[in-house]
């Protein structure tokens, strides 16, 4: 329980309506969009300045208050659960867009900006952020950088730290800390915004984010290619790279999602599909004409039963729907769905889609999946029901089984979801231990009290 005299310090500091303190506003905050973890805080503030949150965690820090960071509470690892109770700071008051630099292509924003907020006032001015978690319309900008997260655009543009040029951070002791620039070289010292980009709110609060911009591309064209084996679907897209073209995007969905959503919003999909590829390509238009055409010819070389070329926006859109479509569709499939995030190097999806066949016929769990596999980014997911825990357990090695599936061919434990709680058992097998001891070091440098996001990354007693 948080003291009496520290709340009303907090409501000094931040104006009692930005306190919440209330069953039902703390059980808001207690949950992100991870099915299986719950934890209520003690207080959630709503800060509107950089001022306030320097002062919020100097008080938290003399007194030793765990404070959780929070965007819009959309991460899918655990990351935003206030699992040791105490503060949670949710940047969602800190809304503005301070610049959009047209000359020098850059922005600056601040934390609380959502993602599709955003990328709508850059398309008035022509500008471009790539970025794109398929959680565009409730992410926030900070909690994108506190995630390093990716999104479809990421196999030719790349992932969030490719964009940052400069943060504005709050440091545990409430020192706020300016790291990087509005320039697009910086060869200053160490590289520290890269440091913070990633951390999950373990190692400050950012409060302002500048980020570099592109130009919007003059032309795209979509498609969706029609695979009759899963595996065969995963071979193309290394076919596809392999010959040196690289999309914009290349999304993977399966049957099972396919005929989700074809039953909540028929839109004419192939239902018998094992898998679908969606593809999109950008530039200038004649060189979209030429792509597309490679792609097409590569996709069905590769064994492609069917490849629609989107005749027109419209067409695309409904296409890009689907995919967006995708979590939501899976989510409420099963009491409990353990949706996981693992990428392998490109050239290895297919054997990975093998090894995760092979998997689910030896466990009888079915697995689904969806992803980026342009970057060779999948999702699988568990149904299950945690209220059973013999089958929750199972469920759960099963998911094991597929992180070392996934890290034997070369792979990684988190492509772009982080650790947060889900995965710090993992953690160890899946980093070097001087990697892991230079981390912690880190950590008990910038923040000793261990106040910031606690229970995070490592295992309990390891922070
Ligand atoms: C339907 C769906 C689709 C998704 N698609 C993608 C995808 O395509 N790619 C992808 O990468 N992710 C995806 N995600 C995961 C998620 O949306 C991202 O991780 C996103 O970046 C989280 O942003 P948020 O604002 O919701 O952050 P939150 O969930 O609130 O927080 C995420 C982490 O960041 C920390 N944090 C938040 N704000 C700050 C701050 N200002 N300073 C310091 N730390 C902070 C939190 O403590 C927490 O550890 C998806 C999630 C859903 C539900």
């Known amino acids: 329980m948080i003291k009496p005299d520290i709340l009303s310090q907090l409501q000094k500091i931040i104006g009692e309506e930005g306190v919440l303190t209330t069953k039902e506003d703390l059980y808001a905050y207690s949950y992100d969009s991870t099915a299986t973890w719950t934890h209520l805080p003690d207080v959630v503030v709503m800060p509107t300045t950089t001022d306030q949150i320097s002062q919020v965690l100097k008080l938290a820090n003399e007194n030793k208050v765990p404070v959780t960071p929070r965007g819009g509470g959309t991460n899918v690892s655990g990351g935003s659960i206030p699992i040791k109770g105490g503060i949670v700071l949710c940047t969602t008051r800190m809304n503005k867009i301070l610049d959009i630099n047209k000359t020098n292509l850059t922005a600056t924003v601040e934390p609380g900006v959502v993602l599709q907020d955003f990328n709508q006032a850059l398309a008035k001015e022509g500008l471009f952020y790539p970025p794109d978690p398929v959680s565009f319309l409730g992410c926030t900008l900070g909690g994108n950088v506190a995630e390093n997260s990716g999104g479809p655009y990421c196999v030719k543009y790349g992932v969030t730290k490719q964009y940052i040029l400069g943060l504005e951070v709050v440091l545990a002791n409430g020192y706020v800390m300016h790291v990087g620039g509005v320039t697009v070289k910086n060869r200053t010292g160490y590289e520290l915004a890269m440091l913070f980009t990633g951390s999950e709110g373990t190692l400050g609060v950012i409060t302002?984010?500048?980020?570099?911009?592109?130009?919007?591309?003059?032309?795209?064209?979509?498609?969706?290619?029609?695979?009759?084996?899963?595996?065969?679907?995963?071979?193309?897209?290394?076919?596809?790279?392999?010959?040196?073209?690289?999309?914009?995007?290349?999304e993977f969905v399966d049957n099972f999602v396919i005929r989700r959503i074809e039953e909540i919003t028929p839109m004419g999909l192939p239902v018998d599909a094992k898998a679908l590829l969606l593809i999109q390509v950008d530039g200038n238009p004649a060189g979209v004409e030429m792509d597309t055409k490679q792609i097409v010819d590569i996709l069905k070389e590769s064994g492609a039963k069917n490849v629609k070329v989107a005749k027109d926006a419209a067409e695309a859109e409904t296409y890009w729907k689907m995919r967006s479509a995708g979590f939501a569709a899976v989510f409420g499939a099963a009491h409990t769905v353990i949706a996981e995030d693992v990428a392998v190097p490109r050239d290895k999806l297919a054997e990975f889609i093998k090894k995760l066949e092979e998997i689910s016929k030896r466990t009888g769990f079915f697995i689904q999946y969806l992803g980026h596999a342009g970057d060779g980014n999948l999702h699988p997911s568990i149904f299950t029901d945690m209220r059973n825990k013999e089958e929750f357990e199972r469920a759960q090695e099963t998911m094991g089984e597929i992180f070392r599936a996934a890290m034997e061919l070369g792979g990684v434990l988190s492509g772009e979801h982080g650790i947060g709680l889900e995965k710090q058992r993992f953690l160890k097998e899946a980093m070097d231990p001087v990697a892991i001891d230079i981390m912690k070091k880190i950590k008990g440098i910038l923040d000793p009290n261990n106040i910031l996001n606690p229970g995070k990354i490592w295992e309990e007693g390891e922070a």
């Open 208 to 250: 302002k984010i500048t980020v570099r911009l592109l130009p919007m591309p003059l032309a795209n064209k979509t498609m969706m290619a029609v695979f009759d084996d899963m595996a065969v679907g995963g071979q193309a897209v290394s076919n596809i790279i392999g010959r040196g073209v690289v999309p914009a995007k290349i």
